[in-house]
């Protein structure tokens, strides 16, 4: 199951836990991307001859493999873009800010990453909205009963990612969307770190927007996705205007712009990138996604219940059902800790992980993030719980 082999970073000599920040790319998305480079590079939807029509059919075979890994209803329902950042931006600028309204109320969580804070903050600043936060329980979750208690007649939209960077909760995004609809609000969830590690399937869901990027699913850097029901994204107002997005344009007033989902995609895109994402896809789906749900549950628990024997060790998400396991060690700078684990080659995130308001639930202002992937194993868990085991070690050597 693990798949090693295909993976040329783990070659080297590093214990690789830093999955939630970027994934490692198999060796046939590198392959893939290079294949483009060397051999068909042309620009795609611009070109009247064979390599530029190549292009066309691998950068729409990429469309159509999200499509289905997603189970969007229509190709007019994915939009390319520079990754979950963009497309969160894009929903907020492009979208809410033509409908609401002074005093309309926006729901988000104090454990959300900076890309789903900042735009709602934004649009709150300009055009008068409220931002309020749903409380989370003593495990740092999201439920439903809070959910229902934070809804108010002013409330427009909800945005939540489905499981989150540091706390590493599953939120119930299928139950949420049920309420929201019953009550007129939009929602939009953050699928940067669910769409890898577990099946994602948007007419269940029911969400009405979902963002995510490929290079944390085993993709290139700078590619992303835009979901959204085709009927809102037909009323998304472009924030990029110019090449390959219009139809024609004569003067100020006659500007007419091509349909879903070419109409967003404005300007050459990163072809190689939206290439290499949809090889990835095909790895994830050959792999498995309950196989890799269940692979990563089980790395999770091993790891815990090894580190809940260190006394030193405060683990600050003990319950959650992802890869994520976030902690401290006792009196030590989480910086200090992660430089000590670099002279053993291991890779792990130390900081605020871009929740900067999560201080707000835990008191904690730094930390020390562990996130896994399928491809790693249970001796690297078991070296790196070693390094931690002693703390006068750590002390020692952390500078």
């Known amino acids: 199951m693990v798949f090693r082999e295909d993976f040329p970073m783990l070659n080297k000599d590093i214990i690789y836990f830093d999955n939630s920040a970027t994934s490692l790319k198999p060796k046939k998305v590198i392959d893939k991307m290079v294949d483009y480079y060397e051999n068909y590079g042309a620009n795609a939807h611009r070109g009247d001859y064979d390599i530029s029509y190549k292009v066309d059919i691998e950068y729409e075979n990429a469309r159509d493999e999200i499509v289905e890994f997603i189970n969007a209803k229509s190709k007019e329902e994915v939009i390319f873009t520079s990754g ?39 649009l709150a600043n300009d055009y008068g909205c409220v931002i309020n936060f749903i409380p989370l329980d003593e495990n740092l979750h999201v439920t439903m009963e809070n959910v229902k208690k934070s809804i108010t007649p002013k409330t427009k939209i909800i945005a939540l990612a489905q499981i989150t960077n540091v706390v590493g909760d599953v939120r119930p995004i299928k139950e949420i969307a049920k309420l929201a609809h019953e009550n007129n609000i939009f929602l939009v969830v953050d699928g940067a770190q669910s769409a890898a590690h577990m099946k994602v399937d948007m007419q269940d869901l029911d969400v009405d927007f979902f963002v995510f990027s490929a290079h944390k699913m085993l993709g290139p850097t700078g590619v992303g996705v835009l979901y959204g029901k085709k009927e809102l994204l037909e009323n998304l107002e472009p924030i990029n205007l110019g090449g390959g997005m219009n139809e024609s344009f004569d003067n100020p007033k006659e500007i007419y712009l091509k349909d879903l989902p070419t109409r967003l995609e404005a300007g050459t895109p990163n072809i190689a990138g939206v290439i290499g994402f949809g090889e990835a896809i095909k790895y994830l789906k050959n792999v498995g996604m309950e196989q890799i749900s269940e692979r990563e549950r089980h790395l999770r628990e091993y790891l ?23 902690f401290n060690v006792d009196g030590i700078f989480s910086q200090d800790v992660a430089y000590y684990l670099n002279k053993y080659n291991v890779c792990v995130r130390a900081g605020n992980h871009c929740a900067k308001i999560l201080k707000n639930s835990t008191g904690v202002t730094n930390s020390i993030r562990v996130s896994l992937s399928f491809y790693n194993t249970e001796s690297e868990i078991d070296e790196f719980v070693e390094l931690l085991k002693n703390k006068e070690k750590i002390m020692e050597e952390m500078i």
């Open 304 to 326: 815990v219940e090894k580190l809940v024997r260190i006394p030193h060790i405060d683990i600050i998400n003990l319950e959650a059902d992802s890869g994520i396991v976030t």
């Open 84 to 122: 979950a950042t963009e497309s969160l931006n894009m929903i907020a600028q492009g979208f809410f800010a033509n409908i609401v309204e002074a005093g309309d109320e926006i729901l988000i969580t104090t454990s959300e990453h900076a890309s789903n804070v900042l735009p709602w903050f934004r």
